[in-house]
């Protein structure tokens, strides 16, 4: 059996259904931009029936992305496959995914069809799909709970009609391990053909086993598993690919199968995701976490200097986690700092470079040295943006244990400042209320974050915000950075304001 395990993404599709996430179609350009550097085989793009947005990002990716097959998601109907075709033909290798559930319990109160209504439904939706491309995934929904014999001649029939891959997802992540391989070997020795095709399989994480039943299924005969990075996704997630992808190959001797991954771009490509969804990574999070490499205990200590693997079973630098090394101070040039960027696998253009050399500037003013750190945060805060309605130019705050914290600031939209004070309940508040003044949206904070990129009292302040703005139901997220807390407070607001501006235009 060939060893090769496909790694499918759908970080832009089951991901994006995380409560209160919300990509614009520039974020999902970058996502799927570092997603090709990691070298997933399959990029989900979308839902393209969904909503005028997912069409555009399923296009977007479609036409831009080369060497790697763009998925757009459709279910079992002529309408939103032809939607996602129109989506999708601008792909080098585009693949469209069909789903439809089989378990009775769906079909009962879901779908209101009887067996035989589904299998035939299933098989006019690939031989429709069949005309715009050889490659066509069939998903069963909440295969896991469906009844196996019926399963098989499901998978019979999509097989005959031409689905090139046959996932079987856990939709409510209800299996456990044995239980899922014995499904799966049961499957691919029952059903005619299903050697013929690629057996899939997507997990959630409802009961925290996603990652291990997608290994356990890997381990019988799955060449293909579904994912999304950090584990976001519908309801507790998805299988963490990054998990996923580091079982395998640390355990390599165990599983004996190898993926086309770049192990190295792991941890970049779960700081990007985590900070445009504005889904922070929990620090003790496997592989990607803040503690995945850090020993506390005296004796672990020890162990480590004396030997790495005593307790290391994987290295950071496998995962592409770089050292806080202090390399650059105010009096580095700009040749030092192009180095180092591209060191640390950066390429930017002349202007990005530019932009992100004066940031640098301004950050080695403030702080004595600067680490990697610091310019692996400068670099993504300044080559994300979407254009920039609003600017802050200067913040002004009034605060105390005794006086009623008051803001005055200016915004810049384009030639004209724009000028207001607020009062709030603190300087944080009272920022934001001033930036509404201005700006005239009526938001609630649905969520703050406030992370220090390194240690030290100078460290630079990484703040992530949520909004919702009245008379808009999407949720906006904003990052701001800077030594001043309250400056990258309100650089965060006034970044998820742009997005909200962005998205109405
Ligand atoms: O969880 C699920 O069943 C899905 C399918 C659409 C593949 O996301
Ligand atoms: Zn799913």
Known sequence: MNNRVHIFDTTLRDGEQSPGVSLNLNEKLQIARQLARLGVDIIEAGFPLTSPGDFAAVQAVAKEIRGITVAGLARANVKDIDCAWEALKGAEQGRIHIFLATSDIHLKYKLRMNREQVIEAAVAAIKHAKKYTSDVEFSAEDASRSDLEYLCKVFGEVIKAGATVINIPDTVGYTTPEEYAKFIRAIIEK????????????CHDDLGLAVANSLAAVGVGARQVEGAINGIGERAGNAALEEVIMGLHTRKDHYGLTTGINTQEIYRTSRLVSSLTGMPVQPNKSVVGKNAFAHESGIHQDGVLKERTTYEIMNPEQVGIIANNLVLGKHSGRHAFKERLSELGYSLNEEELNLAFSRFKVLADKKKEIADQD??????????????????????????????????LGLRVGEELKEEAACGDGPVDAIYKTVDKITGFSCTLVNYALNAITGGKDALGDVTVKLQCEGNEKTYTGRGLSTDILEASAKAYVNAVNKLIYDQK
């Open 191 to 202: 059903t005619p053909g299903m050697d013929t095709v690629t057996t899939s399989v997507h």
């Open 375 to 408: 310019l692996q945060a400068i670099v993504e805060d300044e080559i994300k943006h979407i254009p920039d309605t609003y600017v802050l130019e200067y913040l002004h705050i009034s605060t105390g244990t005794s006086v009623v914290p008051t803001a005055t």
